[in-house]
């Protein structure tokens, strides 16, 4: 059975760092492309970046602005979302997700979703 599951969310003070992680589990790990999504509340959920696990090629960020930045370590199947400089607007839900293909620009929708973590940036 395929499995996502983050760990690593938290309450954190403004101007402070966090590293999520995200375990994969049940599937080939380097067949797939990881995303980090966040939903804050009333918000629909965006997605924040995107690694392609066979050769570690990331994708956007653009609304996070160089702040955080995502790898992976393909010995342990596990996408990391390090974040730095956190800013109360960064507060929500943080979800992993995979991608059967491979490709972060795919259209095509996310196969298998993580439960999602809650992080809190408080001044």
């Known amino acids: 059975e395929a499995r996502l599951v983050e760990s690593g969310g938290g309450l954190v003070k403004v101007g402070g760092s966090l590293r999520l992680s995200c375990a994969a589990s049940?599937?080939?790990?380097?067949?797939?492309?990881i995303g980090w999504f966040r939903q804050a509340p009333g918000e629909e959920r965006k997605e924040v970046l995107c690694i392609e696990s066979s050769d570690g090629r990331t994708y956007g960020g653009d609304s996070v602005k160089g702040r955080f930045a995502i790898f992976s370590d393909s010995a342990k199947d596990v996408v990391y979302l390090q974040m730095k400089s956190l800013k109360r607007e960064d507060t929500a839900v943080y979800i992993c997700?995979?991608?059967?293909?491979?490709?972060?620009?795919?259209?095509?929708?996310?196969?298998?979703w993580g439960q999602g973590i809650q992080v809190t940036v408080s001044s």
């Open positions: 997700a995979a991608r059967y293909g491979g490709s972060c620009t795919a259209k095509y929708e996310y196969d298998y």
């Open positions: 049940g599937f080939t790990f380097e067949d797939y492309a």
